[in-house]
């Protein structure tokens, strides 16, 4: 069976993190702790030090598309305590940045939305981790 996300041992490890936060916490809403530790325990988790080219990671910036639309859209992928929505930085937590965590470029994804809608997108190009924005750590 061919799994469709790829993680890198730094990005299971932050999200392992914040999931058990999140857990702790108990927040009964839509729990985003129990759907990373779904997408950690489903992807293929690379060595240290090792990253594949062309997948969703923490910090990653991505071009995508709505499918049937032509407008291209950027955004980077960064821990909860980084978001800024004004600078396109957008949490891992959110329902587009679940989707896309540890997706490959070239692939279409759906999108969850809260308003019970379901968005599909084509993840057009991952630029590598955006070193100007901050460090992977959870405060």
């Known amino acids: 069976m ?3 996300r790829c993680l890198t041992q730094n990005d299971a490890a932050t999200l392992s993190r914040i999931a058990e936060h999140l857990l702790r916490m108990g927040e ?3 729990n985003a702790g129990e ?3 779904d997408i950690i325990s489903t992807s293929i988790i690379l060595p240290v030090d090792v990253q594949r080219k062309g997948y969703v ?6 071009s995508y598309s709505p499918v049937g639309s032509d407008e ?4 980077t992928i960064v ?3 980084d978001a800024n929505p004004q600078l396109a930085l957008i949490s891992a937590l959110t329902p587009i940045g679940l989707a896309l965590l540890g997706r490959k470029a070239l692939s279409t994804i759906e999108v969850n939305l809260p308003s019970k809608r379901i968005e599909k997108l084509k993840i057009l190009e991952v630029l590598p981790l955006d070193t ?3 460090e992977l750590a959870l405060s």
């Open 2 to 4: 061919k799994n469709e």
């Open 28 to 30: 009964v809403e839509v």
């Open 35 to 37: 759907q990373l530790l």
């Open 57 to 62: 990671t923490l910090y990653s910036t991505i």
């Open 72 to 75: 291209v859209r950027k955004l």
């Open 79 to 81: 821990c909860p305590q």
């Open 132 to 134: 100007n924005i901050g």
